[in-house]
T-cell receptor, first 117, second 118 residues
Framework: DTEVTQTPKHLVMGMTNKKSLKCEQH?????MYWYKQKAKKPPELMFV???????INESVPSRFSPECPNSSLLNLHLHALQPEDSALYLC????????????????FGEGSWLTVV | AQKVTQAQTEISVVEKEDVTLDCVYE???????LFWYKQPPSGELVFLIR??????QNEISGRYSWNFQKSTSSFNFTITASQVVDSAVYFC???????????????FGKGTMLLVSP
């Protein structure tokens, strides 16, 4: 079983709704990630948090708002989404990197299937 | 820039056949890491293996084996005696990350869908 837990597993929301995706890990990892995956495509990086600070925002629209309340939790707040935002959203985590390109393994959760109607 | 190519979009085999999934990568880094992940229909990306650029030893884990050849920039994955439960999309990925950044980033290939029929 994965040690990265995501809730909810499935979410259907209207374009005017506000919802949140939640992610939790207890592996002591200090880097956490949000990826978006469309059907038949590889995952695409959205955000990276390192030591609870936002390190990467891959030009994601502001209707997606990440939050890292502590080292174990990662949220993705959703507001005014569009139908094209329907996708699998994957949370992941990895150990603190040590030195350049430590290549630490990124562990993924089971994902949250989001449908925007 | 980094790039990972998985030329096989879909492979279909019959149970008990051996199958090899190809992965070719491009990077200018001298130190890098390669990964394989399995994604069943449920959605979770399951980590299978991590290999660093200095370790060219082949690895075997049960029915799975990996062949890393730096000379051809390839990191191929073989499943021996395939089973229906092996049906999934398999992604090869290459790591990157800013120096001392504290995190890793992955460049994924497009994935190979493996269908194993009884």
């Amino acid at each position: 079983d994965t040690e990265v837990t995501q809730t909810p597993k499935h979410l259907v929301m209207g374009m005017t709704n506000k919802k949140s995706l939640k992610c939790e890990q207890h592996m002591g990892h200090r880097a956490m990630y949000w990826y978006k995956q469309k059907a038949k495509k590889p995952p695409e990086l959205m955000f990276v948090y390192s030591y609870e600070k936002l390190s990467i925002n891959e030009s994601v629209p502001s209707r997606f708002s990440p939050e890292c309340p502590n080292s174990s939790l990662l949220n993705l707040h959703l507001h005014a989404l569009q139908p094209e935002d329907s996708a699998l959203y994957l949370c992941a985590s990895s150990r603190r990197g040590q030195g350049p390109n430590s290549g630490n393994t990124i562990y993924f959760g089971e994902g949250s299937w989001l449908t925007v109607v | 820039a980094q790039k990972v190519t998985q030329a096989q979009t879909e492979i279909s085999v019959v149970e008990k056949e051996d199958v090899t999934l190809d992965c070719v990568y491009e990077t200018r880094d001298t130190t890098y890491y390669l990964f394989w992940y399995k994604q069943p229909p449920s959605g979770e990306l399951v980590f299978l293996i991590r290999r660093n650029s200095f370790d060219e030893q082949n690895e075997i884990s049960g029915r799975y084996s990996w062949n890393f050849q730096k000379s051809t920039s390839s990191f191929n994955f073989t499943i021996t005696a395939s089973q229906v439960v092996d049906s999934a999309v398999y992604f090869c990925a290459l790591s990157g990350g800013a120096m001392n950044s504290g995190y890793s980033t992955l460049t994924f290939g497009k994935g190979t869908m493996l269908l194993v029929s009884p």
